[in-house]
């Protein structure tokens, strides 16, 4: 997303994401419009909303109508699209974290009515935007890794994601009332074993 294609919005728009540790912005448009990691005083992994390269985005194909709303008493966002093929939902959280030094966000998608299709795209950029990722490699499992400055990330959800000049993208097609999740985890360190 080096040639940002999620423009920054007005910051009243975006939903906020926490888990203590943490907190992530969430456009209207499903891009994570900010997120230090893997706390809130370390550089932004991304960082759109001030003008920095990269982003994490999972977005309906076509023109949408957004929306969404919080989970009562939570900080857990539902993004809610409204396509010309039918209603998506990306239920977003930020885990609870088990380790301070690593997060974990959350995404399940669902094709609440009608067919979904939706793009998913990763492409981090360290130090608010100003240092480019190693290139992705993706293990035996479909599982993505990508290095961006101190950060490691592991990508799980969209093994036939295709490496491109804006990271990795994945086009998804959801049936009516299908789910899927993508799970990404940050670290400043070796991430665990799954």
Do not use: K
Not at 2 to 26: N, V
């Amino acid at each position: 997303m080096s040639t940002a294609p999620f423009p920054p919005h007005a910051l009243h728009d975006y939903a906020l994401l926490a888990d203590g540790e943490r907190g992530a912005l969430i456009g209207p448009d499903g891009a994570v419009g900010w997120l230090c990691a893997p706390a809130w005083h370390d550089d932004a992994v991304f960082a759109s909303l001030i003008g920095g390269r990269g982003g994490y985005a999972v977005t309906p194909r076509g023109r949408y109508v957004p929306g969404g709303y919080y989970e009562e008493g939570t900080l857990i966002w539902r993004s809610r699209w409204i396509t010309t093929s039918g209603v998506v939902e990306c239920r977003e959280a930020l885990a609870f974290p088990g380790e301070a030094g690593r997060l974990v966000l959350l995404r399940r998608l669902t094709a609440v009515d009608g067919t979904a299709r939706v793009r998913a795209v990763l492409d981090p950029y360290a130090d608010y935007g100003r240092t480019a990722p190693a290139a992705p490699h993706r293990g035996e499992d479909g599982v993505w890794y990508v290095n961006a400055g101190h950060h490691r990330l592991r990508w799980q959800g969209a093994p036939t994601a295709t490496v491109g000049a804006n990271g990795l993208s994945a086009d998804l097609l959801l049936r009516p009332g299908e789910r899927r999740d993508l799970v990404l985890e940050c670290s400043d360190g070796p991430l665990p074993h799954t």
